[in-house]
């Protein structure tokens, strides 16, 4: 049965991929489909207009203010009869009126470019912070900042300026712990912008060489923010985490065919390439530099592309690659990805994101969540009943033969195809039926053969009681004589000598 077009909701056109500004490179659902540049433009752009407007009202709300307290003062001058009435009133006024003075004074100096670190100063009493974020720092970020000054020593004066930069930065950013992750972002972002476009005109146009040690230094400074940017509390990164598992979770019953994936698990290259593209996605949340988790999702998409070519003894195609990916996150589960993909699209260097291989798997993988978030009957070809009744886990998917065919099981009948896994579970299962029998079998000749050991018992001990009172037992008595009676020198014997008593 051909189900391949009829699941038009696993489909997605290469160019939905694609930024929506129609730029050419990829964007991504957590920039509402934009791109990391065009995203970028877009946020500054809707920051600076909310900043003027932020500005206009707080300068609004102090002219008012303004207006009001010389119109109170006016008034007082002109009444001077009833001052003494009025006096508490008045300062009751000009009390109010200092706190909304001192509160529009808090607004404008909030939008104020130097607010946040002045305030950051006073706190600390003028305390220079450590650049290293925690003072216990692991073994992991001391090799990594060894390597990076290990690394730059080969650029002399120039490797010298990047470490004194990202030195600087990481100072600045220890003092913006209470940002928003957008604006620790926007940070981050900023820094990773001027640092290349520096790099840019000292190696003379070399982009492989800037890319080069944009690697290094991604790899340095979120080594060491790892921990404080990563799923922050001021986010729902947690609460999108567990949301998401909590819904793979109750997709446990999709099928390798309802989502039409072409992908045999019975061959043994394709099974093995399964699992080490479920390790990979898995193994992704282990990694602290945004570029590694990318190469995880990287190696994770391409043993899936090799399954399927495998399958297909033909190379995989796009609308192969989306449902196999979304049937290996199900399968994964992975921990924390919400968390992540937020922290890959925040942190992580924008050209990867835009362009080559990490960014078409990592858009696609975005787009895999986002499918299985909205996964629904039509989606896999069921009715709206059979999919509630499999999410409520009133019904699940069954087999009807050891040949592991699958049947629908909210109707008994209908389409039946292979499913290795459910099979050898099935097959499985029989087994442990057999054996069930055995020992059913087993049992009942051990008792049989105690009842049989009993009766024999009984049966021995009855023809032995018969035999002995057939022919009782006779013991005759014999005269015992000494040893010696038959000596016929017995007489010629002395008498025996008799003890004597001496009288002392």
């Known amino acids: 049965m051909s189900q391949r077009t009829e699941r038009r909701g696993i489909h997605v056109d290469q160019s939905d991929l694609l930024c929506k500004k129609g730029c050419g490179y990829y964007g991504n659902a957590a920039w509402q489909g934009l791109c990391s540049k065009c995203w970028r433009e877009e946020y500054q752009r809707v920051r600076q207009k909310q900043i003027q407007d932020d500005w206009a009202l707080a300068e609004k709300l102090q002219r008012e203010e303004e207006e009001a307290y010389a119109s109170s003062h006016a008034v007082h001058s002109q009444s001077p009869a009833g001052h003494a009435s009025l006096a508490p009133f008045s300062k009751f006024e000009e009390k109010k009126t200092n706190e909304k003075t001192r509160k529009v004074t808090t607004v404008k100096k909030f939008f104020s470019p130097s607010s946040r670190t002045a305030s950051k100063k006073e706190t600390q009493d ?9 003072r216990h720092a692991s073994f992991d970020t001391d090799q990594v900042s060894k390597d990076f000054v290990e690394f730059l020593k080969n650029f002399h004066k120039p490797g010298r300026e990047i470490h004194k930069h990202c030195r600087a930065f990481l100072v ?13 972002s926007e940070c981050v972002q900023d820094f990773y912008q001027s640092l290349a476009d520096r790099l840019m005109s000292h190696f003379k146009g070399s982009s492989e060489s800037v890319e080069q040690v944009m690697d290094q230094v991604e790899k340095y400074i979120m080594t060491r923010l790892y921990k404080s940017v990563f799923c922050p509390e001021t986010t729902d990164d947690e609460k999108k985490d567990l949301s998401t598992q909590n819904r793979i979770r109750a997709l446990h019953w999709v099928t390798i065919q309802m989502l039409c994936v072409s992908m045999d698990e019975e061959i043994p290259e394709v099974s093995e390439n399964v699992v080490k593209a479920i390790t990979d996605i898995i193994e992704m949340d282990s990694k602290r530099v945004p570029r590694d988790k990318l190469a995880c999702i990287t190696r994770c998409s391409k043993h899936i592309f090799s399954a399927i070519r495998i399958t297909k003894n033909e190379p995989a195609s796009a609308d192969d690659f989306l449902p196999a990916l979304i049937y290996i996150v199900l399968k994964a589960n992975p921990p924390r990805l919400q968390s992540n993909i937020q922290y890959i699209t925040r942190f992580c260097n924008p050209s990867r994101l835009m362009t080559g291989e ?4 990592f858009t696609n993988l975005c787009c895999a969540v986002a499918f299985i978030e909205k996964l629904d009957a039509q989606s896999l070809n069921l009715s709206p009943e059979e999919f509630e009744r499999y999410m409520s886990g009133q019904a699940s998917p069954r087999f009807s033969s050891s040949e592991g065919e ?3 099981g909210a109707q008994g009948v209908g389409v039946t195809v292979t499913n290795p896994v459910l099979a050898q579970l099935n097959h499985n299962l029989e087994l442990l039926s057999g054996l069930c029998r055995q020992q059913e079998a087993v049992m009942e000749a051990a008792q049989s053969l105690q009842a049989d050991l009993l009766s024999w018992s009984e049966g021995v001990q009855r023809e032995v009681q018969g035999i002995l009172e057939k022919y009782p037992l006779e013991i005759k008595s014999s005269k015992v004589s000494a040893i010696d009676a038959n000596n016929v020198d017995n007489e010629n014997l002395p008498s025996p000598i008799k003890p004597q008593v001496f009288a002392g």
């Open 126 to 134: 003028g305390k220079t912070p450590s650049p290293s974020i925690s």
């Open 172 to 184: 600045n950013m220890s003092s913006k712990k209470d940002l928003s992750a957008d604006e620790l």
């Open 358 to 361: 990490d960014g078409y798997y």
């Open 406 to 408: 699958w049947v629908n």
